[in-house]
């Protein structure tokens, strides 16, 4: 990522992303969708926002229609954008993903081949020839190509595919915040910071009750957010000094949510909350951000209303799942 590059560069991107963000499903629409009795009148709604007919599909074939939709907005963006840096920070979710995905299958992609996502920086081949290297990073930079042998060799050697998402995760996270750093702008820092107290927190409620859960938090705490991992690990005795430490912090519903589901939602929220304080800047790169995470946002809502009507789940249900909408 370059460092600070020149706003005004990002004029012509902004101006798309901006006329993009006015096509999206708003909350009203959302709420519609939820209404409507038919699922084919639901699936309208979001084909006139530019996804395909999804009326025919089954609860797989909505998720492969979101995940292209998704891998063609990203390809669309990298194409236009003058510099593809702070995009990289969210096709860094997926590339990682699909790393997940080659280290559990021990390098046998095609036998999963539907989990992969078409959204990362890297093809699964590029990231299957790491996986079967031992040196070497190809396309790949050098601390991502480290991560997946270091993730290959905890699997072989403690048979947990959890402790090998542990390693990527932090991985992950760690090189997000580096790449954010070079941008020279606190808000995408922030942003990032942000996901990572996320991340933090949703192991802290997780592993509540869990045998061995210091061993596991040691495992899956990550380094570099806006709360210290030493004042998160004085707060694990309990849920209420949990809620206390991150009262102050934009995840303090999140923190006091009554289980996951509810800690998924708030935590969008409070993240889509910090997003739209860009929404007076006129161009840069973070009118990208916003439009990712908006995308996402819609993304999550839509395979919420649409998967749940497919399987029949109450309205009540699924508007307990919906996250507000940036529209």
């Known amino acids: 990522m370059s460092k600070k590059i020149k706003d005004n560069r990002f004029i012509c991107l902004s101006a798309i992303l901006r006329a993009k963000e006015a ?85 046998d992609a095609e036998t999963d081949a539907d989990l992969l996502s078409d959204a990362a920086r890297f093809t699964p081949e590029q990231i299957l020839e790491v996986y079967q290297s031992e040196t070497g990073s190809g396309a790949l930079p050098e601390a991502y190509a480290a991560a997946i042998r270091e993730a290959k060799s905890a699997l072989a050697r403690t048979g947990n595919p959890q402790i090998a998402d542990y390693i990527l995760d932090k991985a992950f996270f760690a090189e997000q915040l580096r790449e954010a750093k070079k941008s020279g702008k606190a808000y995408i820092v922030d942003y990032v910071r942000l996901q990572i107290d996320k991340a933090n927190l949703r192991s802290a409620l997780r592993t509540f009750g869990l045998e061995r859960r210091e061993e596991l938090l040691q495992s899956a705490l990550i380094e570099g957010g806006t709360v210290s991992l030493d004042d998160l690990r004085a707060a694990l005795d309990s849920r209420e000094d949990l809620a206390r430490l991150y009262a102050p912090t934009v ?31 006129p161009f ?37 799942r919906l996250r507000e909408s940036y529209v």
């Open 23 to 107: 096509k999206m499903l708003s909350g009203a629409k959302l709420e519609r969708m939820l209404a409507e009795p038919s699922f084919a009148d639901a699936c309208r709604i979001a084909q006139e926002s530019g996804y395909e007919d999804m009326s025919g599909m089954d609860v797989a074939g909505i998720n492969a229609a979101l995940a292209a939709f998704r891998a063609r907005e990203l390809a669309e963006i990298a194409e236009l954008a003058p510099d593809v840096s702070v995009l990289d920070l969210f096709r860094m979710r997926y590339g990682y993903h699909n790393a997940k995905v080659i280290v559990k299958s021990m390098g």
């Open 251 to 281: 995840f303090g519903k999140a923190a006091a949510a009554a289980g996951m589901t509810e800690f998924e939602k708030e935590a969008d929220n409070a993240l889509r909350d910090y997003v739209l304080k860009s929404c007076f800047v």
């Open 284 to 320: 840069g790169q973070e009118v990208i951000v916003e439009y990712l995470s908006a995308l996402e946002n819609e993304i999550t809502s839509l395979r919420i209303i649409l998967t749940g009507k497919r399987m029949g789940i109450p309205e009540a249900k699924l508007r307990e």
